[in-house]
């Protein structure tokens, strides 16, 4: 089977690329510079050209705040691409797996974590446009996996500008009122891949949660990274999240529930200090 992943350069593509010398399958990775996927007919020419039945679509407009004053450039990358994606599988009788975000909830007033087939009542345009890119997958087999607080080695992400300030920095105010849980992109990644090699993508379909376990704040998660990183001389203080302003409204509450995950898989789903700790070990290394 051949494979495609785009936003290979991405954290989760970086990832998939680093597990694809395990697989029985042939992994094709492209970023923008080597295909654009808001491009109809680039999609198609490279799908038939190398005979591609499964997409991995990591690609993503992820920069929330930036969103709400472009929110077209999102909905073209976060939306109309996974469309023409589901439409290019759809052709040949493929499946796209996609990415989506906690952000589609908006949070739950509740605190009580989302399922699935919790209302979607996403309040900016990231979780807009991420929204829109969930329902155009439906044409398609398809299977979309729902994450949050998204980490990794790569790009920019909140655990390595953490890293930087509590390393260069005598004290930091990180926002507690916010709460959800950190995901390592080399466990969800590694999750999929593993029900990618085992086949079972084509026996299931539809909207999955994947976080790992746990539950914790930013100021929390903070607080982790500084003392697993030995980053001791930095004072980390909670502060609230209106003393940030953001052109966006973020969840204060935003944890998602894995039950159907775990029953439909069968996986076990790492407890987040535990996933930093291998990130930061990998990072060292």
Not at 134 to 139: D, G, H, L, T, V
Not at 183 to 205: H, N, P, W
């Amino acid at each position: 089977m051949n494979v495609l992943v785009t936003g290979a350069n991405g954290q989760l593509g970086r990832h998939f690329g680093l597990l694809a010398p395990q697989s029985a399958n042939r992994w094709f990775f492209t970023d923008v510079a080597e295909l654009d996927i808001t491009s109809a007919s680039a999609v198609a020419n490279y799908v038939t050209a190398n005979g591609i039945s499964l997409v991995v679509n990591c690609a993503a407009y992820t920069n929330v705040d930036r969103a709400e004053s472009d929110e077209s450039t999102a909905l073209r990358i976060n939306g109309d691409a996974v469309g023409i994606l589901a439409n290019e599988m759809h052709k040949v009788g493929g499946t796209l797996i996609h990415f989506s975000t906690d952000y589609v909830f908006g949070g739950n007033k509740n605190n009580t974590p989302c399922t699935e087939d919790e209302p979607v009542n996403p309040t900016g345009a990231y979780g807009r446009t991420k929204l829109s890119g969930e329902k155009a997958a439906n044409s398609c087999h398809h299977l979309i996996f729902r994450t949050s607080w998204l980490y990794s080695e790569y790009g920019k992400n909140f655990l390595l500008t953490m890293l930087n300030l509590t390393a260069t920095r005598p004290e930091l105010n990180v926002v507690f009122d916010q709460v959800g849980t950190p995901t390592y992109a080399g466990d969800l990644a590694k999750a999929v891949f593993d029900i990618i090699e085992s086949g079972e993508y084509l026996q299931q379909e539809g909207i999955f949660n994947y976080a790992n376990e746990g539950v914790c704040s930013w100021y929390d998660f903070t607080k982790e990274i500084a003392r697993q990183s030995s980053h001791t001389e930095c004072r980390i203080n909670p502060c609230h999240s209106n003393e940030y302003p953001s052109p966006v409204k973020r969840p204060a509450y935003s944890v998602l529930d894995k039950t159907k995950f775990k029953n439909t898989f069968k996986q076990e789903v790492p407890y987040w200090t535990e996933a930093l700790s291998r990130c930061l070990t990998n990072i060292k290394q």
